[in-house]
Every structure is written in structure tokens, then in C-alpha cells.
């Protein structure tokens, strides 16, 4: 079965650090998004990308990039890692036309903490 | 900008009872609304969705929704809630700008 698979489940590293978290899809879909869940905050967009080569800002990115360099994977690098960034990461994807996004498929969540 | 709001955080329910989570949004234009819900340790899965057409809504699980335009809500509901119920759910809106935003979420928890 098509599925959305994100890498690793839980990360520790330290302040200053760079990280990066994989995200994998096999539906072949064109949209892809990476959301933060923070409490009390629900889910915050970070990045999103609407096909290889492109991708956009979100509403918190700074501190975060993207990369697209072919369909199945959106990667979300932090450059220099910093502890307000201590979250729970979603990726999703769908491959609904950009007008409506109606149905998102999200990944299991990656637990990352700065320390 | 659009945004969403859930203005409870938890949603507390006997099982058998009737349970709404409420949600209310705020959009220019014609609003496309969404629920998801999200198990412990899970990704967030989608409920149902209102675009257009009828105003009440049918989902998974025996969710449905209720669209009310002059209200600017978009309130969960199931007749009877069941145990397994209980989890975070999400309302989400997009106004046609490819991006959905999500509301804070709220904790629905149904007692036996």
C-alpha cells in the first residue's frame, strides 16, 4: 500500500546543531507540506512545496529550509538547531488540485528535541 | 487572513451521549472546511469535508458536520459517542490558497 513515511521517530541533538528530517511518500503526489505541533498552538505550516523544485514559506519558517528535488521526498533541514524549536514534526501530502488541498495524508510524526 | 478557532479545549462525554466539538472560522471568500482527527502517537487523519452543496455533512466513523454560514461555524457531531472516540480533533480551513490552517485542536475525551 501507497504510504507516507517520516524518519526517525525521535531525535535528540544539541542547540546549534544541524538536523535534518526525511520525509517519504509512494503516492506519487505532487503536494507535500511539513507542519510543527506545539501545544496550544495546534498545527503550524512551515514549509510546503507544490512539485519538484518549488517550495514556499510558511507561516513559522524561519529556521527551517526545504528541498525538492524529485516527487517521493520533501526533507526539512533546521540549520542551526535551537531549543524553541522543540516539537513534534508532521509531514503530509496530497495530490488534490492546489485550488482546494481537500485531503491531506500525514506521516507518524518525528519527536525532535533540542537540548 | 484566514483563521480557525476551537474554543474548547476539551470536550468531556458519557458514552452513548451526543458530543459536538465546536469550530468557527473566519475566511474571506467561500470557505473550505475540514475535520481531522489524531490518535496518541499518530498522524492526523481526515474526517470529512464541507466545499460545497449541502450543509450538513457526512464523515468517517459516524462523524458528521454541520456547516452554518451566518454563524461562520463548523461544528462536529456524532449521535452517540463512543470510548473509542476519544481523541484530538482538528477543524482546518482553506480559502483556496492550496494551504489548510488548523485550529489549536480539541481533546475529546468519552467516558464509559
Known amino acids: 500500500d501507497a504510504e507516507i513515511t517520516q524518519s526517525p521517530r525521535h531525535k535528540i541533538t544539541e542547540t546549534g546543531r544541524q538536523v535534518t528530517l526525511a520525509c517519504h511518500q509512494t503516492?506519487?503526489?505532487?503536494?507535500m507540506f511539513w507542519y510543527r505541533q506545539d501545544l496550544g498552538h495546534g498545527l503550524r505550516l512551515i514549509h510546503y512545496?507544490?512539485?519538484?523544485?518549488?517550495?514556499n514559506k510558511g507561516e513559522v519558517s524561519d529556521g527551517y529550509s526545504v528541498s525538492r528535488s524529485n516527487t517521493e521526498d520533501l526533507p526539512l533541514t533546521l540549520e542551526s538547531a535551537a531549543s524553541s524549536q522543540t516539537s513534534v514534526y508532521f509531514c503530509?501530502?496530497?495530490?488534490?488540485?492546489?485550488?482546494?488541498?481537500?485531503?491531506?495524508?500525514f506521516g507518524s510524526g518525528t519527536q525532535l528535541s533540542v537540548l | 487572513a484566514q483563521s480557525v478557532a476551537q474554543p474548547e479545549d476539551q470536550v468531556n462525554v458519557a458514552e452513548g451521549n451526543p458530543l459536538t466539538v465546536k469550530c468557527t472560522y473566519s475566511?474571506?471568500?467561500?470557505?473550505?472546511l475540514f475535520w481531522y482527527v489524531q490518535y496518541p502517537n499518530r498522524g492526523l487523519q481526515f474526517l470529512l469535508k464541507?466545499?460545497?452543496?449541502?450543509?450538513l455533512v457526512k464523515g468517517s466513523y459516524g462523524f458528521e458536520a454541520e456547516f452554518n454560514k451566518s454563524q461562520t461555524s463548523f461544528h462536529l457531531k456524532k449521535p452517540s459517542a463512543l470510548v473509542s472516540d476519544s481523541a484530538l480533533y482538528f477543524c482546518?480551513?482553506?480559502?483556496?490558497?492550496?494551504?489548510?490552517?488548523f485550529g489549536q485542536g480539541t481533546e475529546l475525551s468519552v467516558k464509559p
Open positions: 475566511v474571506s471568500g467561500n470557505p473550505y
Open positions: 512545496s507544490y512539485g519538484v523544485h518549488d517550495t
Open positions: 503516492w506519487n503526489h505532487n503536494n
Open positions: 503530509a501530502s496530497s495530490d488534490d488540485p492546489i485550488s482546494t488541498n481537500e485531503k491531506l495524508f
Open positions: 464541507y466545499i460545497t452543496g449541502d450543509n
Open positions: 482546518a480551513v482553506n480559502n483556496q490558497g492550496g494551504k489548510l490552517i
